[in-house]
């Protein structure tokens, strides 16, 4: 079975700066992907940004990046620049292959307060 | 392209009513899921389709939960028999096969059982 664990309910930031959202993960899987997911207060969700487990790489998105450490099974997402249309909750999510491939995991989210 | 798309966008019934969703996925994906959120909480996977077979179902869909996806296009997702406790948003996703694809979400069905 995976589980996502994200350990911040709430976060704030100043416009203009940084933050870091936190996801831990686990999976007995070798091939997996996670996901992060925007979810304004209209209510959709809105794909961000993938890692692929044997990306080398950290994934990158426009002032989106994830920070990936796979030993730590860790995926934290970084939104530089924050801007006030990021208020809203951040969702982490996995999907891992064999049998739960194409079902998303997700974590309990973090909702993010950009203060300008 | 014209997004994932779901009808009605909210839904008031009375315990013990049935109800029924839609879901329009986007066009080219043979993929469909559906979802359930809760207040404050991360959606919950409830089964899903690869073209029109059903392919995995949550223990969370009960026997009064049933969908289908006739001719692989859209998705119904049924609740018979409603009770408070089915009162969340209901989330419909489409993705493409072949790869690790994000899924698109539709802008979902709130559900209010009273």
């Known amino acids: 079975a995976q589980k996502i664990t994200q350990t911040q309910p709430g976060m704030f930031v100043q416009e203009k700066e940084a933050v870091t959202l936190d996801c831990t993960y686990d999976t007995s899987d070798q091939s997996y992907g996670l996901f992060w997911y925007k979810q304004p207060s209209s209510g959709e969700m809105i794909f961000l940004i993938y890692?692929?487990?044997?990306?080398?790489q950290n994934a990158t998105e426009g002032r989106y990046s994830l920070n990936f450490q796979k030993a730590r099974k860790s995926a934290n997402l970084v939104i530089s620049a924050s801007q006030l249309g990021d208020s809203a909750m951040y969702f982490c999510a996995m999907e891992a292959g064999g049998t739960s491939y194409g079902k998303l995991t997700f974590g309990q989210g973090t909702i993010l307060t950009v203060h300008p | 392209d014209t997004g994932v798309s779901q009808d009605p966008r909210h839904k008031i019934t009375k315990r013990g009513q049935n109800v029924t969703f839609r879901c329009d996925p986007i066009?080219?994906?043979?993929?469909l899921y559906w979802y359930r959120q809760t207040l404050g909480q991360g959606p919950e996977f409830l089964t899903y389709?690869?073209?029109?077979?059903?392919?995995?179902k949550s223990r969370l869909l009960s026997d009064r939960f049933s969908a289908e996806r006739p001719k692989g296009s859209f998705s119904t997702l049924e609740i018979q028999r409603t009770e408070q406790g089915d009162s969340a948003m209901y989330l419909c996703?489409?993705?493409?096969?072949?790869?690790?694809?994000?899924?698109?979400f539709g802008p979902g069905t709130r559900l209010t059982v009273t």
């Open positions: 890692q692929g487990s044997y990306d080398e």
């Open positions: 066009s080219e994906h043979n993929r």
């Open positions: 389709f690869q073209n029109e077979a059903q392919l995995e």
């Open positions: 996703a489409s993705t493409k096969t072949g790869g690790w694809y994000e899924q698109y």
